[in-house]
């Protein structure tokens, strides 16, 4: 069965923008730990958040107050730093997603490179394991980045769907014969295939279809969908147009 990660960085979003710079977001709104509540009770699977070294919207207590209050899982997206690691280390999501990052970009804008940086990502993933953390890289939809990904020892990866997402007419069923063919070829590698990025409730009916998807993370679509319904039917009304109903 298709899960959903609902990835609610944008209600933090929402909060910094009242509460710049501040650290102990405890009494700030909106509540953070709230609205993963309200995803799970409509059906969501997981929560995803990203936190990124500039906290421009999670901030740490959040990481940790998720990780002690989820019902469901966490997916924790970040850089391969040391900082980010070593916080990821003492929180155990129960999964890290590896996401290239840069301070310029407004949200994260291609895949991680991961062939070619194998040295720099291998012991990162390794002490991620260890600590019994499953780890996924968010790739563009590519072999080569594939191949690599499992050699390093990834369980999953997370495929890069904003491509397809911004592509229009003919450009989007030839992104979308991209996605198809890397989840064939990453299943094939024994690696379990999952996709985010750009997904709305528009595109959604694409990519329901492509094989062996397992998990899919959204977040901008269903955060703004939730301003004109709540945040419970927003993600209720996602998880039946991926056919999982509520
Ligand atoms: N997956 C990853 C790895 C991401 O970095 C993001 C954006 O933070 C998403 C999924 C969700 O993308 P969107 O907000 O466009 O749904």
Redo the contacts with the bound molecule.
């Keep these: 069965m298709l899960k959903l ?1 609902v ?1 609610i ?2 209600v933090a979003t929402l909060r910094q923008a009242r509460y710049p710079g501040m650290l102990d977001t405890h009494n700030c709104e909106p509540d953070i730990l709230a609205a993963a509540s309200a995803c799970e009770r409509a059906g969501a699977h997981g929560i ?1 958040v ?1 936190l990124r070294a500039d906290r421009r919207h999670i901030q740490d207590a959040d990481v940790f107050r998720l990780r002690e209050r989820l019902q469901t899982r966490l997916n924790l ?1 970040m850089g391969n730093t040391p900082a980010i690691l070593a916080i990821a280390l003492q929180v155990k999501p129960d999964e890290v ?1 590896l ?1 290239p990052e840069s301070r310029e970009e407004i ?2 804008e291609g895949g991680l490179a991961v062939a070619g940086h194998e040295a720099a990502l291998r012991p990162t993933v390794q002490r991620l394991r260890e600590a019994g953390i499953r780890v ?1 890289m ?1 790739i563009e939809p590519d072999p080569a980045q594939i191949d690599a990904s499992a050699a390093l020892g990834a369980e999953m990866v ?1 495929l ?3 491509a397809f ?1 911004n592509a229009l007419g003919g450009d989007r069923q030839r992104e979308l014969q991209r996605i198809v063919a890397a989840a064939r070829h990453a299943h094939a590698a024994g690696l379990q295939v ?7 409730y528009e595109n959604i009916s694409l990519v329901v279809p492509v094989p062996h998807l397992a998990d ?8 703004c969908r939730a301003v004109f319904v709540g945040l419970e039917v927003a993600v209720a009304e996602m998880l039946q147009r991926m056919g999982v109903g509520a």
Excluded: M, Q
């Design positions: 990660g990835n960085d944008h995803t990203h997206e997603c996401v949200t994260t996924s968010f997370e890069h769907t904003g997402a999952n996709a985010g990025h750009g997904i709305n899919l993370n959204i977040g901008h679509a269903i955060v």
